[in-house]
């Protein structure tokens, strides 16, 4: 993969590095995408499915698609992308990751410094009274219920509904101020997610872009580097390793 002089040289002398991932960074955990041709959304509309509404209507239908994809996450395991910016800690002052996706695995992969913008599927809360409830959901006697009698829901955001307060400011304060931002394995059409690109833009952040096929904000990133990031990453590693002389 021929990554320019300058990329490596940007990410050698950075002192704060973002990597704003989404669901293209798990695609090789085995993590189905949501758009594409194996898309998770092609059988099923997301409207359908992530919405408030669509819960209350069916909330059988929606805690089935729901345990269907703790399932997969459960059997997964960290790709050599996310354990690759848990190593990048050992090398640089600030490694943040801002990330939509909603499976763990950056934790899992030892990154410290993680901005959980769309929740996280191994926390549910009861709509009701806000009771959080974190053990194993079981659908066996139907759809979850809290002791007051509220539904139980994951805790993650759905169409509709606003990102986690606390979560989104850290991420602006992140792409505001830091040095080299990734955008790894996202297609950039959901916002305000997105909207956090065009933030590292304006703060003079250089951007590079990961991903198996250019996108909508290609044309933004400083270096577009097309192929897959559990490929790319650990070499791009090897690179600055090799630049700033550690063994
Ligand atoms: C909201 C959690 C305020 C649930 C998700 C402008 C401003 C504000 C809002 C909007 C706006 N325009 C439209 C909206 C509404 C909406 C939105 O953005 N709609 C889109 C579809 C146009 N946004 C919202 O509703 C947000 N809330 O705005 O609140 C508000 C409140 C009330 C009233 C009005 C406004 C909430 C959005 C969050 C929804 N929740 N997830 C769950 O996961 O179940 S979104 C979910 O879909 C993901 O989190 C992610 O964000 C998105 C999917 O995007 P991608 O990850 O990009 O997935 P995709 O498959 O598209 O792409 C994968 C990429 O990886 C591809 O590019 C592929 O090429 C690449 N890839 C594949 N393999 C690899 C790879 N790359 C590298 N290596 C590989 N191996
Ligand atoms: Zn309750």
Redesign the pocket.
């Known amino acids: 993969m021929e990554i320019s002089k300058e990329t490596i040289d940007r990410i050698s002398t950075a002192k704060t590095i973002v990597f704003f991932t989404?669901?293209?960074?798990s695609?090789?955990s085995g993590i189905p995408?949501?758009?594409?041709k194996d898309?998770i959304w092609n059988k099923l509309k997301?409207e359908e499915l992530?919405n408030f509404n669509a819960f209350l209507k069916n909330p059988e239908m929606v805690w089935e698609w729901y345990n269907h994809r703790k399932k997969i996450i459960h059997d997964s395991k960290p790709n050599s992308a996310h354990l690759t910016i848990a190593k990048l800690q050992n090398f640089f002052q600030n490694v943040i990751v801002i990330t939509?996706?909603?499976d763990n695995l950056h934790r899992r992969a030892g990154s410290k410094i993680i901005y959980e913008l769309?929740?996280n599927i191994e926390r549910n809360y009861c709509v009701k009274c806000h009771t959080f409830y974190n053990q194993e959901i079981d659908l066996s006697h139907g759809v979850p219920k809290c002791e007051c009698g509220g539904l139980i829901r994951p805790d993650?955001?759905?169409?509709?509904?606003?990102?986690p307060e606390d979560q989104l400011n850290a991420a602006e304060r992140a792409a505001e101020n830091c040095d080299v931002f990734f955008i790894?394995?996202?297609?950039?059409?959901?916002?305000?997610?997105a909207s956090l690109i065009y933030t590292a833009k304006e703060n003079k952040a250089y951007l590079i872009e990961?991903?198996?096929?250019s996108?909508e904000i290609s044309y933004l990133a400083d270096e577009s580097l097309i192929g897959?990031?559990?490929e790319i990453l650990p070499e791009m590693l090897e690179k600055i390793k090799s630049k700033i002389g550690s063994t």
Do not use: C, D
């Open positions: 989404e669901a293209g960074i695609a090789e995408v949501f758009r594409g898309g997301p992530a939509q996706n909603i769309h929740g993650v955001v759905w169409f509709g509904e606003y990102l790894i394995g996202t297609s950039g059409v959901v916002y305000p997610a990961i991903n198996i096929e996108t897959k990031a559990g």
